[in-house]
């Protein structure tokens, strides 16, 4: 299961709070995907032309389709969204209903809860989602290569 995913090793406080805010950026990330891609597919972005090229060097004659998808893979913003999102599907595909549920109020329901009103809403101890919460955290933290 899930759990045998999981390295033993704890997150430090720093990290843990970036990945929680990793994972509250969820929808804004995709979102975000969306409209670089849209961008950059109509056109609207700008990029440089030269590259890792010389001034004096020959550049190649207008390639739209090539250029284009040399945008949509060079661009390390993107890069950095799909990553997240990559991680957070794959973490969120691995619990179960009640985990799901814990995970989707907190992050991205009402931020006004604390974490006793998540556990509440979600008919769970405040302890248990507390742990639902670590658990999740760290799996995401893994699929991203973090320690």
């Avoid at 759990?3 to 805010?21: A, P, Q, V, Y």
């Avoid at 739209?64 to 913003?77: F, G, N, S």
């Amino acid at each position: 299961g899930w759990r045998s995913k999981m390295k033993k090793t704890e997150l430090k406080r720093t990290t843990f709070k970036h990945i929680e805010s990793e994972i509250y950026s969820y929808h804004d990330y995709k979102k975000r995907i969306k409209e670089v891609r849209d961008e950059i597919i109509n056109g609207k972005r700008d990029y440089d032309e030269n590259v890792g090229q010389g001034a004096n060097s020959v550049r190649e004659p207008g390639r739209p389709t090539e250029k284009m998808a040399i945008m949509l893979v060079t661009d390390k913003k993107l890069q950095h969204y799909e990553n997240v999102i990559s991680a957070v599907d794959r973490a969120f595909s691995l619990l179960n209903e009640d985990q799901q549920k814990v995970i989707s109020v907190r992050y991205w329901g009402d931020r006004h809860l604390n974490w006793e009103g998540v556990a509440m809403k979600c008919n769970v101890h405040r302890n248990t989602a507390l742990k639902y919460r670590k658990q999740f955290v760290n799996l995401v933290a893994n699929f991203l290569g973090w320690e």
